[in-house]
């Protein structure tokens, strides 16, 4: 429930408003779902005497994490040791085969809870049947961006259609109280037709929202546009017109110099997947350069299958980890710049930055403390030794997350999603993902 004042007290509240600033000890006050007050302990037990207190001594308390391009799904350790095309071929498109609308809304039923236990308050998922999807995002209480996989080329006749998109569009272009909505999505650049990049351009104007798609993962797609259109990815996604301010493109791994000064230009943000971009041997994305030009990086866990875990707070340890050890600099991967990335920066990527993504007086109440109470993050030091943003990048993980609030509304508390019953979401993703293997062996069968 959301208690008319709520204040979080006494803890490391590490504000991540795009500078440094940090109050250890302070305190965050809650009111009506919104942040009312951030700053010391004794400014704010002077204001919130009435206020129910949750004790947040030893804790982060950060804002709630954004990860910016998410796939549900139920194929976790079952698609191993390929390269990108052959997964993708083998695994994952024979899957969309055979998916149906209850597999597809029990998969996000996981992903989400796995999610929101970790942290993550904000999630934008390229999925399929999302009718489903918009249903557990409002079950579960996180926000949701719900993007469609679009294709429309030959033998791509599985994906979703620019027409399921407009669907989704006109019933959820907002919904649960606006914590979920709609975008337009395509889904690679080699699935769709350029009538539907226009098509998909118009809708998101049509609709007034945002549009995201994948780019740039691999060498042999970057060669292989060229070949195609004379163009790189990027510049061909210029040339059919979906770059903006309210674009995503998710990976981005092989930009040269020129496709980064148009993403800069056109105002379009990047979704970086480190531990996807490692799995699947596709390279270390240009991160600094791109940020440095000024471009919005958020992060993203990628699907459940490329990744095996949907933790943000690792997210950020391999990003950083990444830029170490491809730059051979151990200046770079800052750990205040991958929890910018993982807050603020991704909030901005989703056009949510004005309301969420930070802790300042005004936004909305997405707010998460993490323990640091633990062996391995002792020592917990103060003052010059400050180290508490090094714990939660490099030694932190989703297990150590305690309470999560949504718009103010408690919905994770000692480590326990309190929305929905995990035991139930378990069982039936269980259930659905035997029900998806049985049909896709069956496809299988029936076009070999």
């Known amino acids: 429930m959301i208690s008319p004042r709520t204040l979080i007290r006494n803890g490391i509240v590490i504000p991540s408003a795009g500078d440094r600033a940090v109050f250890d000890p302070g305190s965050v006050l809650i009111e009506n779902g919104r942040i009312t007050a951030v ?3 004794a400014q704010l037990d002077a204001a919130a005497t009435d206020a129910i207190v949750v004790d947040a001594t030893g804790h982060a308390v950060i804002p709630g994490l954004h990860n910016c391009h998410l796939h549900s799904g139920l194929l976790r350790g ?7 095309w052959d997964w993708l071929r083998d695994y994952v498109d024979p899957a969309h085969r055979a998916l149906t609308p209850d597999i597809a809304e029990a998969a996000s039923l996981l992903c989400y809870t796995e999610a929101l236990r970790g942290g993550t308050t904000s999630v934008m998922d390229m999925w399929r049947y999302m009718e489903g999807s918009a249903h557990a995002a409002e079950a579960i209480g996180l926000r949701a961006t719900l993007v469609p996989y679009v294709a429309d080329l030959p033998g791509y006749d599985y994906f979703e259609t620019l027409a399921s998109n407009r669907r989704l569009l006109e019933n959820y272009r907002t919904y649960a109280d606006d914590r979920v909505r709609a975008w ?3 889904e690679h650049l080699f699935y769709c037709s350029p009538e539907a990049f226009t098509a998909a351009a118009a809708l998101a104007d049509e609709f007034d929202t945002g549009l995201h798609t994948h780019s740039s993962e691999t060498t042999s797609e970057v060669q292989e546009s060229l070949r195609r259109f004379g163009r790189r990815p990027i510049e061909e996604f210029l040339h059919r017109g979906i770059l903006g301010p309210r674009t995503v493109v998710a990976h981005c791994v092989w930009v040269d110099d020129r496709e980064m000064e148009i993403l800069a230009q056109t105002g379009t943000s990047v979704a970086h997947c480190p531990c996807s ?14 940020r440095n030009k000024g471009i919005t990086v958020g992060l993203g866990s990628d699907g459940e299958k490329e990744n095996n875990n949907l933790d943000l707070l690792e997210e950020m340890k391999f990003g950083s980890l990444l830029q170490k050890v491809t730059t051979l600099d151990p200046t770079t991967g800052d750990p205040w710049d991958l929890l910018t990335m993982a807050t603020i920066d991704g909030a901005r990527a989703l056009g949510l930055d004005s ?5 300042e007086p005004g936004k909305k109440a997405d707010v998460v403390l993490v323990d640091l109470r633990g062996l391995h993050t002792t020592p917990l030091l103060h003052g010059d030794d400050f180290n508490a943003v090094a714990h939660l990048v490099f030694s932190a993980s989703a297990a150590d997350v305690a ?6 509304r408690l919905v994770v508390d000692a480590g326990k999603v309190l929305t929905v019953d995990t035991e139930v979401i378990r069982a039936r993703a269980q259930s659905a993902a035997e029900e998806l293997f049985a049909r896709r062996a069956d496809l299988t069968r029936e076009r070999s």
């Open 403 to 408: 309470q999560v609030y949504v718009d103010g």
């Open 39 to 41: 700053g010391t302990v």
């Open 277 to 290: 971009n490692m799995k699947l041997s596709s390279g270390p994305a240009p991160v600094i350069a791109m």
């Open 355 to 359: 309301e969420t993504g930070s802790l």
């Open 78 to 84: 079952t698609a191993e040791s390929k390269s990108l």
């Open 184 to 186: 337009v999505g395509l």
